[in-house]
């Protein structure tokens, strides 16, 4: 599968159509989809049409610019006019959005090719994928694991050729977690700088929205895209020569699986070989980051589906709904601790990015788990999935820097592991920087299409 | 600052919260809740004992050892 870099090369040295491409893409998801249960809705008529207009505006000269003509699919949390917005929840029945959200009207306007809607775990709450009314998804390097969650169907779109790149949202890592779960990148801009306007919420504290995609260059060109401003300047790799990193190592290296911990180290000593500089830093309260964390998320939750929680309980499926109800018992006071402590956090992140360029930590810390799985071992511990799944990357949503995964190579048995980049908040063109400067320069070894299915 | 969650008053009170949530599920006809408000508990004793907590008698003591000469 082609990045949208060189797509837009291809399409403007009229060596494909965009109507070529979209077609390819729609043969993978009939060949696929089936197996990977990544789509809740194919609009293959109107991605037809869209492509269509696409290569006509082109060769009338209109260039939309990068996003011109480019297959992409949406979560199904995200309004596009005219379609239901199920977030793979019975309680959305009978949903239709009646315009898009601004971020679809945004890549609608760059040109963008939608070429439908993907499943996700129900209201997004949930780092699996497997509590969806429509059934998991599934990952395209295993189909008997998870491709991670909450943008699991997202990711797997990408990762198996579905479509170039995909519109996820984040409130725990769920970004960052399917596309280090897939193999492919997903990026977490600063919190509030996309719009969540008319995305379906979980966390209004806590809700980002973003790409995943192929490459760094490729999450940069939708993430400006999601901005309105779609003709923006990519910006330049940040040279890793003098990049100054920094590993916050007490509990987030804790608890990594064996292999996990060993790409992480290699890609440390990749980065060090090409004149990084990598140094340790502590964050006083990690500790306190799970609790922080569910106090704000079930309590927000909660908010939001308290009159459907008393009206149509039944239409959850059991442990979501089961997640909201815990959130209804959160008292007032234990919110407003847990906010004073996301303050504490996003304190405590900004002086460790002080002098550094970036944070560096790993993504996930196992593979993919399988599906049906509700602990996994790691090292000589038995832990909650969820729990380890959302370890890495939570801390990010309660302060709101901009986080990044990229592809980090692969276990023995050819699951994906990913490496999370944290920049300044406010200032995720910096940490784009950074993040291609590594992915250029350090990570040369572990391509993000080896192994893939179809890729 | 660092005793809240120390207090066995404060640790009581987790203790009937619980008591009060669990029944409560049960008498909504979800007896499945209770393991997931006790792991909610010990979430809430880890924030309750966290060092960013503050209290009057904390930031009196604070304020007045500010004022020592």
């Known amino acids: 599968m082609m990045t949208i870099e060189e797509f837009g090369r291809r399409l403007r040295a009229r060596e494909i159509t965009s109507a070529q491409v979209t077609e390819d893409c729609l043969q993978r998801i009939e060949a696929d989809n089936p197996r990977l249960n990544a789509f809740i809705l194919v609009m293959a008529d109107e991605a037809r049409r869209q492509a269509r207009d696409a290569d006509r505006q082109l060769a009338a000269g209109h260039d939309l610019g990068p996003m011109h003509g480019v297959p992409i699919s949406v979560k199904d949390l995200y309004d596009i006019r005219g379609t239901a917005t199920t977030a793979a929840s019975r309680v959305r029945d009978g949903h239709i959005a009646q315009r898009d959200a601004p971020t679809i009207a945004h890549l609608r306007q760059a040109g963008a090719v939608f070429v439908g809607k993907t499943n996700l775990h129900e209201f997004a709450f949930g780092t699996t994928n497997e509590d969806s009314v429509f059934g998991p998804a599934r990952n395209p390097l295993d189909p008997t694991r998870s491709p991670g969650g909450s943008s699991g169907g997202s990711a797997a779109s990408v990762a198996a050729g579905m479509a170039l790149a995909t519109l996820g949202t984040c409130t725990g890592g769920s970004i960052r977690i399917p596309a280090a779960a897939c193999g492919i990148v997903g990026l977490k801009p600063s919190y509030g700088e996309v719009s969540t306007e008319g995305i379906v919420p979980l966390s209004r504290t806590f809700d980002h929205a973003g790409p995943l995609a192929q490459t760094a260059m490729d999450a940069c060109l939708v993430y400006h895209a999601l901005l309105g401003d779609a003709g923006a300047v990519p910006p330049a790799p940040m040279p890793v020569k003098g990049m100054r990193l920094a590993v916050p190592r007490r509990y987030f290296c804790d608890l990594l699986d064996d292999e996990v911990r060993a790409r992480f180290e290699e890609a440390l000593n990749r980065l060090r070989d090409v004149g990084a500089h990598v140094t340790d830093v502590d964050l006083r309260h990690a500790g306190e980051i799970a609790a922080i964390y569910l106090l704000i998320v079930l309590a927000d939750a909660a908010e939001y589906h308290a009159a459907t929680l008393e009206t149509m309980p039944d239409r959850y499926t059991a442990p979501v709904r089961l997640r909201l109800e815990m959130g209804q018992y959160v008292l007032a006071e234990d919110y407003v601790r847990a906010l004073a402590g996301r303050c504490v956090l996003r304190r405590e992140v900004d002086a460790a990015l002080a002098q550094h360029d970036a944070l560096v930590l790993p993504t996930l810390p196992i593979p993919a788990p399988s599906i049906g799985a509700t602990t996994v071992k790691v090292g000589t511990s038995t832990e909650p999935v969820r729990n380890v799944m959302l370890r890495l990357t939570q801390l990010f949503n309660i302060t709101g820097h901009p986080a990044i995964s990229l592809p980090d190579g692969h276990t023995a048995s050819g699951l994906p592991c990913g490496l999370q980049l944290v920049g300044c908040r406010g200032q995720t063109d910096v940490l784009l920087r950074v993040a291609l400067g590594c992915e250029r320069y350090a990570m040369s070894g572990s391509s993000p299409r080896s192994g893939r299915v179809g890729g | ?69």
């Open chain 2, 1 to 69: 600052m660092g005793t809240l969650g120390d207090s066995s008053g404060v640790l009581m009170k987790i203790d009937a919260w619980l008591q009060s949530a669990v029944a409560d599920a049960e008498r909504r006809g979800l007896p499945e809740l209770k393991p997931l408000l006790e792991a909610l508990a010990k979430t809430v004793a880890v924030v309750r004992a966290a060092d960013f907590n503050q209290s009057p008698v904390a930031n009196r003591q604070s304020s007045d050892a500010s004022r020592q000469p």
